[in-house]
């Protein structure tokens, strides 16, 4: 997903820019951070709820078919879900799946035989009998309801998308809101080989989902079904569907590694509303080519890409239709990213979420790149930077511990999972220095895990194959560890001889170093220009680099290649014997800092008011270490951190 806006009373936050005079992009959004409304509960009830009845690990999932009667009307939903699977336990005494209190079960069949279930709140199950591994077995559910909706969260929803009350409904499962809607198997491991949805409705709408739309029927009642049917791996979230009067309009890709053939891109926009969209639409058609060379050929080729249009706040890339509340260009970018990183490889738990989220949000930038919109692509990058650098702390890598149901807030971060991971992603492009390695990279990730699941330590795998390098300093830094790397630079030359000393302070106590590259531009006084690119590796170093003239100015990073600030950049005589004592940060700080003693294992730390009243007192006996100001009030402080030959005096706000 996506990206959403939050709505009037329930959720609001847009961020966009406007691409302006040099094309016809009009408005681009940006991203923008999924929130989630809910009441204060009882995590460790939330939990059990999520977890389903242990039996449904016992099957592997081969086809769902969803034969339903749908409206734009309303969230109401009838039909009949018919589940196919193999058995994988030596044994099966029951078939589980989950589905919602509030859609009422009418009927079960187990290989055509009717049976009876057992509903605990929303979890079902049947008994069963002589069901041993590699046994095929059909379940079909016969139900129907009307599901309680509201919010982007909700499985489904149903609201009016015009003045005149013309409505759409459609579905939205990520991460687990499936069961709002259709009985299912809620595992992300566990993608269903093939997906049939056949939707029924009042002749006069029209109703899109995954895969070829094999034939329209009419029926009695002036009636139409229409019959979705996809041959293609799916994750259980990705299937969907969306119902409302709409017109159709087709273009087509033409990726180098068809060879003349062409992907349809089947667009379900509303009625009276194509001329509104089409230009906006035309747009995609060069996108599908472009991730085809970048990513590997669009990975669903054989079938289609769409676009379908929903009243949601933003957009959700199910499976050859994504389903869209706006066509913007970098809305329309990141959904069809999600077609390679998410649908074809999907994140295999939503701790690893930056396998799907970072790489669709850094496709936008790649669109605006790679597409000829330099000035949106360098304005998109500024704010991917200011967005991730306003959390000082959090991992990309979601903790096990803020994974449950109803957190939406934190899986879907905007600053951590979108932002975050997208740079993320840049860093490993300019830490390789190799386009054509780095996007090596991208295809054989893509083709190692097409139609499967993959986590982060998966990707980190690929890049140690294709560059030989070890990227464990990467990823535990940047993937699993907090915040970002603070620089204060001071350089002086003499003759042909540039002294930098770079101190790096972190922003999060939790990752007190990040081994990395420095970017430094140099400008010389001809007015020429330089970059640097410096491997940090102590968080007090000195570089020597060799120059042919005089440096007039160093600027910090002005291509924007890594998610860091800059404290100050000054010039002055450098004393390359004795380094700083000690590194601290965060500061300001809410309470904990971290201290990085420079040349000693072992020191005398002092807190002291600026009158020079001494608060606190701790010996120090480690390089790193942690102090806990969190019972002292806020205010600013001298902090002196020294040992019999020197000692260190630097401010710091507690607030």
């Keep these: ?124 199950s049947i008994k069963l009998e002589n069901y041993k591994k590699g046994d095929l077995i059909e379940v079909a559910i016969n139900y129907s309801g009307k599901p309680i909706f509201g919010g982007f969260f909700s499985g489904i929803n149903s609201e009016r998308y015009n003045q005149s009350g013309a409505r759409v409904t459609w579905t939205l499962s990520e991460p687990s809101r499936a069961k709002q809607w259709f009985p299912v198997k809620q595992e992300l491991t566990d993608k269903a080989d093939s997906c049939y949805v056949y939707l029924t409705c009042d002749s006069k709408y029209m109703a899109g989902s995954q895969g070829i739309l094999k034939r329209v029927v009419d029926l009695d009642g002036d009636k139409k079904r229409y019959e979705w049917e996809s041959h293609y791996p799916i994750a259980y979230y990705l299937i969907s569907f969306a119902v409302a009067e709409y ?57 289609k890409y769409g676009h379908i249009m929903a009243y949601l706040g933003g957009a959700m890339e199910h499976q050859t ?20 990183f998410g649908d074809n490889v999907t994140c295999g738990t939503w701790n690893d979420i930056w396998v799907n989220e970072g790489f669709a949000s850094y496709s936008e930038y790649l669109a605006l790149e790679k597409l000829g919109y330099k000035s949106p692509a360098q304005r998109w990058m500024n704010e991917a930077i200011e967005a991730a650098t306003r959390y000082d702390s959090g991992s990309t890598y979601v903790p096990d511990e803020e994974v449950y149901e109803g957190n939406d807030t934190r899986i879907f971060s905007y600053h951590l999972t979108y932002k975050k991971g997208a740079l993320l992603v840049h860093m490993i492009r300019n830490e390789i220095n190799d386009d054509d390695k ?62 930098i000393d770079s101190e790096q302070t972190t922003s999060s106590s939790e990752t007190p170093l990040f081994k990395t590259t420095l970017y430094l531009e140099l400008r010389f006084e001809d007015g020429s220009e330089k970059e640097l690119r410096l491997k ?42 004795k380094p700083s004592y000690f590194l601290f940060s965060p500061n300001p700080t809410k309470g904990i800092v971290n201290i990085n003693l420079q040349n000693s294992d072992q020191a005398k730390l002092q807190l002291v008011t600026i009158d020079g009243q001494i608060i606190l007192e701790k010996q120090l006996t480690s390089r790193n270490s942690i102090v806990d100001l969190s019972t002292i009030d806020k205010g600013l402080y001298l902090i002196k951190v020294g040992s019999q030959d020197y000692e260190t005096v630097r401010k710091i706000i507690v607030k």
């Design 1 to 124: 997903m996506r990206y959403f806006f939050y709505l009037t009373s329930l959720f609001f936050f847009f961020s966009q820019y406007v691409i302006g005079q040099e094309s016809d992009l009009s408005k681009g959004c940006v991203g923008v951070c999924k929130q989630h409304c809910h009441s204060e509960v009882d995590k460790n009830k939330i939990l059990k709820r999520l977890l389903p009845d242990e039996s449904i690990h016992d099957y592997d999932v081969k086809f769902y078919f969803l034969d339903l009667n749908v409206t734009p009307e309303s969230t109401e939903i009838s039909g009949t879900a018919t589940i196919k699977a193999e058995v994988v336990a030596d044994q099966l005494p029951k078939f589980s799946f989950e589905l919602i209190p509030e859609l009422d079960i009418h009927s079960i069949k187990v290989n055509g035989e009717s049976k009876n279930f057992i509903r605990e709140v929303d979890n079902v």
């Design 247 to 303: 017109e159709e309009y087709i273009n087509y890709a033409k990726p180098q590694a068809m060879n003349g053939d062409s992907i349809p891109i089947v667009n379900y926009v509303y009625k009276n509303q194509l001329s509104t969209h089409k230009p906006k639409l035309d747009k995609v058609p060069g996108m599908i080519e472009l991730f085809s060379d970048l990513y590997s050929l669009y990975p669903f080729h054989k079938e």
């Design 321 to 340: 239709m994504s389903t869209m509340g706006s066509l913007e260009f970098t809305i329309s970018a990141h959904e069809l990213g999600h077609q390679w």
């Design 438 to 499: 780095f996007f090596n990279i991208l295809k054989t990730f893509q083709k190692r895990y097409a139609n499967k699941t993959a986590l982060g330590v998966d990707f980190k795998e690929v890049c140690e194959e294709i560059t030989g390098e070890n990227w464990d300093d990467f990823f535990n830094q940047w993937y699993f560890g907090h915040g970002y790397p603070i620089y204060r630079i001071k350089y002086s030359q003499n003759n042909n001889k540039l002294i």
């Design 536 to 577: 940090q590796t102590k968080n007090s170093e000195q570089f020597e680099v060799e120059v042919d003239q005089k440096v007039s100015k160093i600027s910090f990073d002005p291509n924007r290649r890594s998610l860091s600030k800059i404290s100050n950049i000054t010039t002055g005589i450098i004393d390359q014997k």
